[in-house]
């Protein structure tokens, strides 16, 4: 093998290398897996339209990377509002399995380990929700600073503007993050027999049990994104309730099961082997206080082939 060849084949390591970051760093901006793909794959197109001379002069190819990434993740997120405005109904963050259940491919071909996302804190539903209420600017800011761990310097890079202004950004995002900090917390062990309860009493349709692990003034949100039916469960604890339980009168042969939901504990529901919709809760002490439903089969691509 030549020099040239192996500089080739070193420099093609290195950059691909980065990949399974710059996913991770794209899923938590976008809160869309397809999406996410797709920057990674424009900013490596964007790697290889340069000349070999100007990539020898790159430093760092994995901070080259990541910079282009968050930019184009920036201008995406800059676009989001005008497109949710054209999104038929409520707008969910995709939901993504654990990487144990993580099915083939969304194209029929094998799913690289590298696409799988890191499930940790910062994809929890209700962490993506509240991301998704930031600016862009501050949404970017703080997943590189506060996730990922760039220093301010290396976010101004790829925001564009100050370190200092970059730090505002980031506080700002923090306070808005507190809030759901702030709820008393819930251990995972409680979590998963919150579900596992929740699953037995809608199968059961028993009515009173689901109001008892709800709290009052729960939230429902449903994403069928027009292709589907969604009606939102809002209203309430009680309304959820009843809500869900006429749903799973209309499909008898519905099979619930309990899974990872981005991290935590949540339900996916099957009917006829194929799962059309997936669950994921937030908690407050031994409540229910949040419940997403995700029923656009364009997001529940990496589910269709996962049981």
């Known amino acids: 093998m030549t020099t040239q060849t192996q500089t080739l084949d070193e420099e093609l390591e290195t950059v691909l290398s980065e990949r399974r970051q710059l996913i991770n760093l794209a899923y938590r901006f976008l809160g869309s897996l397809a999406d996410a793909e797709d920057v990674v794959q424009e900013a490596y197109a964007r790697w290889y339209a340069m000349s070999g001379a100007q990539r020898d002069a790159v ?3 994995g901070g080259w990377l990541t910079t282009v990434a968050s930019r184009i993740c920036l201008d995406l997120l800059g676009s989001a509002r005008a497109r949710r405005e054209r999104y038929v109904g409520e707008w969910i963050p995709e939901p993504l399995p654990d990487r144990s259940e993580w099915g083939s491919g969304r ?9 799988r996302i ?5 994809v929890h539903m209700a962490f993506l929700v509240v991301l998704d209420s930031m600016t862009p600017a501050e949404r970017v800011a703080f997943i590189l600073h506060d996730v990922f761990r760039y220093s301010f310097a290396e976010v101004a890079e790829s925001v564009g503007r100050s370190p200092a202004a970059c730090r505002q950004l980031a506080s700002s995002a923090r306070r808005r993050i507190r809030s759901i900090q702030q709820a008393p917390t819930t251990a995972l062990a409680q979590r998963a027999d919150i579900v596992r309860n929740f699953k037995q009493a809608w199968e059961a349709k028993d009515i009173g049990a689901l109001i008892g692990l709800l709290d ?5 949100l449903a994403d069928g994104g027009g292709l589907v039916n969604a009606a939102p469960p809002t209203g309430g604890g009680e309304q959820i309730a009843r809500y869900l339980v006429a749903v799973t009168g209309k499909a008898p042969a519905a099979t619930i099961l309990e899974r990872t939901v981005n991290g935590q504990p949540g ?17 407050v002490g031994d409540k229910i206080k949040n419940l997403w439903a995700v029923r656009n089969p364009e997001k529940l691509r990496p589910w269709t082939t996962a049981y």
Do not use: C
């Open 216 to 220: 009052p003034d729960a939230t429902g």
């Open 107 to 115: 194209s029929g071909g094998t799913v690289d380990p590298a696409d």
């Open 118 to 122: 890191t499930l940790d804190e910062s």
């Open 59 to 61: 430093v760092s190819p």
């Open 267 to 283: 339900l996916v529901v099957q009917e006829n082997g194929v799962t059309v919709s997936v669950l994921a809760f937030d908690f």
